[in-house]
């Protein structure tokens, strides 16, 4: 089993910033790829961002490309999510996720989740 706990989230200006991060305990060595999911009030899980265990080029969706940046400390076990020029639509809970195999975008492909941290952007 693994254990994810974000933390982070909170309420910001348009325009502002906030760094989300996640940190995993458990059984940590099957992990490969990180990944941020968000979620608004009535929409679905909607992918925002993952990273493999190697680095290399990360994942984002195309809402977020070039605002949010996502990172990862292996020897940490944490991944984090540096958002910045913030808007209201970012609104969400964001959801951090891990899985075995390499990064994908769908929800169903990963096996552990955390709680979720609240992000609101106000106008």
């Known amino acids: 089993q693994v254990q994810l706990v974000e933390s982070g989230g909170g309420l910001v200006q348009a325009g502002g910033s906030l760094r989300l991060s996640c940190a995993a305990s458990g059984r940590t060595f099957s992990i490969n790829a990180m990944a941020w999911f968000r979620q608004a009030p009535g929409k679905e899980r909607d992918f925002v961002a993952a990273?493999?265990?190697?680095?290399?080029?990360?994942y984002y969706a195309d809402l977020v490309k070039g605002r949010f940046t996502i990172s990862r400390d292996n020897a940490k076990n944490t991944v984090y999510l540096q958002m910045d020029s913030l808007k209201p639509e970012d609104t969400a809970v964001y959801y951090c996720?891990?899985?075995?195999?390499?990064?994908?975008?769908?929800?169903?492909?990963?096996?552990?989740w955390g709680q979720g941290t609240q992000v609101t952007v106000s106008s």
């Open positions: 990273i493999n265990s190697s680095g290399g080029r990360p």
């Open positions: 996720a891990v899985r075995g195999g390499y990064a994908t975008s769908s929800i169903y492909d990963y096996a552990y």
